[in-house]
T-cell receptor, first 113, second 111 residues
Framework: NAGVTQTPKFRVLKTGQSMTLLCAQDMNHEYMYWYRQDPGMGLRLIHYSVGEGTTAKGEVPDGYNVSRLKKQNFLLGLESAAPSQTSVYFC????????????FGSGTRLTVV | DAKTTQPPSMDCAEGRAANLPCNHSTISGNEYVYWYRQIHSQGPQYIIHGLKNNETNEMASLIITEDRKSSTLILPHATLRDTAVYYCIVRVEAAGNKLTFGGGTRVLVKP
């Protein structure tokens, strides 16, 4: 099993450009999450989903949109990238939200110049 | 949610036990203590969790005080690969709840 796969692994964007980060999981997990981690800081929740077709805001949702059209995929979109969105983005999934069962991806390192 | 307090950093010697403290004095009766760790540049990894009793698995042991106001994660024989940031999280396991991360303890295992 691949677990949680994030693509791309690295990306450089210019201010104002848009992009989509893809998260795919093969564990049949209901819950999926997007976090961001800035240098030297803990992870902050951006958006999450408790099932196909549902999304909800986390701690820092501004500037991001998400979609969960298929159970196994959770997409994070940046419509107009800003330098403040330079960060490492982690996707995670869990079975029914159980905290001991979170599986994280390996991260996407995004730089906005 | 109960707030947790962890030391920002600590060193330990390879092969020795590493004891990582966490204070959660405002913990409520239905909140669990969870530990995750994040090795450099990787996604966080679950280690262990508990409610009242001490817990042990293949990675670590979790000791929770009787009043549940603090806990200690024990890595019995630290290796260089245990160098990571360790997060202590106190949350209610409930539908719609999310895992949130604080600053954690940066552990450096030295040869």
């Amino acid at each position: 099993n691949a677990g949680v796969t994030q693509t791309p692994k690295f990306r450089v964007l210019k201010t104002g450009q848009s992009m989509t980060l893809l998260c795919a999981q093969d564990m049949n997990h209901e819950y999926m999450y997007w976090y961001r981690q800035d240098p030297g800081m803990g992870l902050r929740l951006i958006h999450y989903s408790v099932g196909e077709g549902t999304t909800a805001k986390g701690e820092v949702p501004d500037g991001y949109n998400v979609s969960r059209l298929k159970k196994q995929n959770f997409l994070l979109g940046l419509e107009s990238a800003a330098p403040s969105q330079t960060s490492v983005y982690f996707c995670a999934s869990s079975y029914q939200g159980y905290f001991y069962g979170y599986t994280f991806g390996s991260g996407t390192r995004l730089t906005v110049v | 949610d109960a707030k947790t307090t962890q030391p920002p950093s600590m060193d330990c010697a390879e092969g020795r036990a590493a004891n990582l403290p966490c204070n959660h004095s405002t913990i409520s009766g239905n909140e669990y203590v969870y530990w995750y760790r994040q090795i450099h540049s990787q996604g966080p990894q679950y280690i262990i969790h508990g409610l009242k009793n001490n817990e042990t698995n293949e990675m670590a042991s979790l000791i929770i005080t009787e009043d549940r106001k603090s806990s200690t994660l024990i890595l019995p024989h630290a290796t260089l690969r245990d160098t990571a940031v360790y997060y202590c999280i106190v949350r209610v396991e409930a539908a719609g709840n999310k895992l949130t991360f604080g600053g954690g303890t940066r552990v450096l295992v030295k040869p």
